[in-house]
Nanobody, 121 residues
Framework: QVQLVESGGGLVQAGGSLRLSCAAS????????MGWFRQAPGKEREFVAV????????TYADSVKGRFTISRDNPTNTVYLQMSSLKPEDTAVYYC??????????????WGQGTQVTVSS
């Protein structure tokens, strides 16, 4: 079992930065790939980034590549999403997830409750 709790969301102006954190409990954190997804109002949940269990491999959605960075700290069971050069279209609820490497929601078994990110123009 893995429980995930996101934090760090908020309101930021376009061009600004935020760092999201996802604190995990459970003994399987270090063996799970960690992903970030987001869901904007009226839209489906979409993939943002994924990081392998040892942190060696990562992939980003084209829409965030070069602006977002995913990282993890296994000793503290925490995964981060550093977001820079934010745009209004980044506004969404952001979710972290733990599971197998992949770009689909179905690849992940555990989900956090989400944290709201709002980017004003």
């Amino acid at each position: 079992q893995v429980q995930l709790v996101e934090s760090g969301g908020g309101l930021v102006q376009a061009g600004g930065s935020l760092r999201l954190s996802c604190a995990a409990s459970g003994r399987t954190f270090s063996s799970a790939a960690m992903g970030w997804f987001r869901q904007a109002p009226g839209k489906e949940r979409e993939f943002v980034a994924v990081l392998s269990r040892n942190g060696a491999f990562r992939t980003y959605a084209d829409s965030v590549k070069g602006r977002f960075t995913i990282s993890r700290d296994n000793p503290t069971n925490t995964v981060y999403l550093q977001m820079s050069s934010l745009k209004p279209e980044d506004t969404a609820v952001y979710y972290c997830a733990a599971g197998n490497w992949g770009y689909r929601s179905s690849d992940y078994e555990y989900w956090g409750q989400g944290t709201q990110v709002t980017v004003s123009s």
